[in-house]
């Protein structure tokens, strides 16, 4: 049953078949962009290192990159997170990223010196 | 997206009372919220697996060097096997937000024809996994180690894991791996013949083949246990959400959400699944790929 005195949300989201054609438009050039991507990580995974090891490090750092883009489209659009509110974007997200930005910096702060601890011990 | 989202209303009006200033159904802010205390749990596998990785002095295996078999077929294909998971995972999330865009327009058979694919093809994922599971369980033959400690790969033909019959085989040989690697042969060592294989494999202090929870053919005991827990748990995420769009398929399909004038809980669900695809894109670059 609706009510007249609250906003129902979930009726909102509604939309007609003009706009869905062009969200399903965007939907497939996301889908072609996260399998372009995936391909072509996959291709440096497997010729790159033989070709051109002294360079790997510089692709590690570039698979990070690319599968932050990727979860970004994944999150913003599939998601649709990037059709939110700002309000609501940023109570999804700050508080994630505050959580793991220390526990990157932690990790990696501590296991350089484990690592340390290791070698010298061995 | 429209409605309520995309309405430019002023702070007193959003803040003001009698209406979320979100914007945003009930339902929907609860499943984020869930959203993000599971990040932070898969967050922290993968941090843990990267502290293990980073203080380990031990030869760490590399992704492309362990996952590089196909079913039915031989030879070597570097994550391949992986990647045609990657591959079914996004395009059944892109199924879930086509069925969700056809619940945006009340389109029921639209949504049935896209989520029952989704189902599908969360399934196919389910098995692959299973599949790669058995794969890494038995393993490619395992290595002995010698008595001056050198490494060799067991090779036969037909895949025996018995070591009492394994040396009598005809097709029976070793291949010594080199040092501080657990998966690259050793180009300079020269080759054994059929009976210098058998004097070694007799004289052998350790076999290792395929892998359990305690030890593994691959590198380091963490090595499997990080990878049974992180693809596990992801993949038991991955059944359970087969399982919730499987339940919300049918009540579509009865018509309940028809009658209920929205298509809502198809984008709730269609929440957790695409979670679990944005889980695998970081599972499989952090695990698979670095």
Do not use: C
């Amino acid at each position: 049953m609706l009510r007249d005195d609250i906003i129902e949300y979930s009726l909102d989201a509604h939309h007609s078949e003009e706009a869905g054609r062009k969200i399903r438009k965007n939907i497939w050039m996301v889908t072609l962009l996260l399998a372009v991507i995936t391909t072509v990580e996959v291709a440096l995974g497997a010729y790159w290192k033989e070709w051109f090891p002294e360079s790997w490090s510089m692709v590690k750092l570039g698979y990070i990159v690319l599968t932050l883009v990727k979860a970004g489209f994944i999150v913003g659009v599939f998601m649709h997170l990037g059709d939110e509110r700002r309000n609501v974007r940023l109570i999804i997200l700050l508080p994630y990223l505050l959580f793991i930005l220390y526990l990157l910096f932690i990790a990696i702060w501590e296991s350089n010196y484990v690592h340390r601890m290791i070698e010298m011990f061995q | 997206m429209a409605g309520e989202a995309t309405k430019a209303l002023s702070n007193d009006v959003l803040w003001g009372g009698g209406r979320s200033p979100f914007s945003i159904s009930y339902g929907k802010m609860m499943m984020w919220f869930f959203l993000v205390s599971d990040a932070l749990t898969f967050s922290g596998l993968l941090v843990a697996y990267g502290f293990v990785r980073h203080s380990t002095t031990e030869a760490w295996p590399i992704g492309e060097e362990v996952f590089r078999a196909l079913p039915f077929l031989h030879g070597s294909y570097p994550l391949i096997y992986v990647a045609l998971m990657t591959a079914i995972l996004i395009f059944s999330s892109v199924t879930m937000v086509l069925a969700v865009e056809a619940g945006h327009r009340m389109d029921k058979k639209g949504v049935i024809k896209w989520l029952f694919l989704t189902v599908i093809g969360g399934a196919f994922f389910v098995g692959s996994q299973a599949w790669e599971w058995s794969h890494f369980i038995h393993g490619g033959g395992g290595y002995i180690t010698t008595t001056d400690g050198a490494k060799y790969w067991v090779h036969t033909e037909e895949h025996d894991t018995d070591p009492l019959t394994l040396s009598t085989r005809e097709s029976f040989h070793l291949e010594k791996a080199r040092e501080g690697h657990y998966l690259l042969p050793d180009e300079s060592a020269h080759h054994l013949d059929h009976a210098a294989a058998v004097k070694l494999w007799n004289e052998r202090v350790d076999y290792v083949d395929g892998a359990n929870m305690v030890r593994n053919e691959y590198g380091p005991s963490q090595y499997a246990n990080f990878f049974f827990f992180i693809t596990g748990f992801h993949g038991f995420h991955v059944f359970s959400g087969v399982i919730i769009n499987l339940i919300v398929l049918i009540l579509v399909i009865k018509g309940v959400f028809h009658r209920r004038g929205h298509y809502e809980m198809v984008e709730k669900a269609g929440l957790y699944w695409h979670f679990v695809d944005l889980v695998w894109v970081f599972v499989f670059t952090f695990f698979y790929l670095l």
